[in-house]
């Protein structure tokens, strides 16, 4: 079984950042092992004119890797933007699902975080939806989830994605 990989669309400041650090706290208290990929349209910068990594980039590096006991970061200059499956082959034999935050476009299955405050349009496509994550109610036959119950949306990535937390000594991907 094909790792899940869930994308969490919406406009901008409906929270979905927000939900996102809920979720991915909770599946990691379950045992989970949770790789999230954040999509961003506008530039934005990890490294900075002065710091030892731009230092070795603006000298010619195509990669450098930033290593220490915590964390390990990867600067590139691609040719071109990364699909989502290019990402996720970077990860997926050490996760056991993938989280986005974006991706529209991509084939990925989609949860939809909306407010009611900044929209009553849904931004995905309604046969793309998964479930949609709301302070509202709105009149589509998939399953809605509260802006607060990201408890209840983790039973149902769950039992939908039949995963097993390999974190728990469990393979990651054993179908039920």
């Given at each position: 079984m094909a790792i899940p990989i869930i994308s969490f669309v919406g406009n901008s400041g409906v929270g979905k950042t927000t939900f996102l650090e809920k979720l991915i706290a909770i599946l990691k208290a379950r045992g989970y092992r949770v790789a999230?990929?954040?999509?961003?349209?506008?530039?934005?910068?990890?490294?900075y004119p002065g710091k030892d990594s731009w230092r070795l980039t603006a000298a010619g590096s195509d990669i450098v890797l930033l290593s220490s006991a915590d964390k390990l970061a990867l600067i590139e200059h691609p040719d071109a933007e990364r699909t989502l499956a290019e990402l996720v082959a970077m990860v997926d034999d050490r996760v056991d699902i993938v989280l986005t935050e974006g991706y529209r476009g991509a084939s990925a299955m989609k949860?939809?975080?909306?407010?009611?405050?900044?929209?009553?349009?849904?931004?995905?496509?309604?046969?793309?939806?998964?479930?949609?994550?709301?302070?509202?109610?709105?009149?589509?036959?998939?399953?809605?989830?509260?802006?607060?119950?990201?408890?209840?949306?983790?039973?149902?990535?769950?039992?939908?994605?039949?995963?097993?937390?390999?974190?728990?000594?469990?393979?990651?991907?054993?179908?039920?």
């Open positions: 999230a990929i954040k999509h961003d349209v506008h530039e934005f910068e990890v490294d949860i939809e975080v909306s407010r009611s405050a900044h929209s009553h349009e849904l931004t995905a496509r309604l046969d793309d939806l998964l479930a949609i994550v709301t302070d509202a109610a709105f009149d589509y036959q998939v399953p809605q989830f509260d802006l607060e119950d990201a408890a209840g949306l983790a039973d149902f990535i769950e039992e939908r994605s039949s995963l097993v937390p390999s974190a728990m000594g469990l393979s990651p991907r054993v179908d039920r």
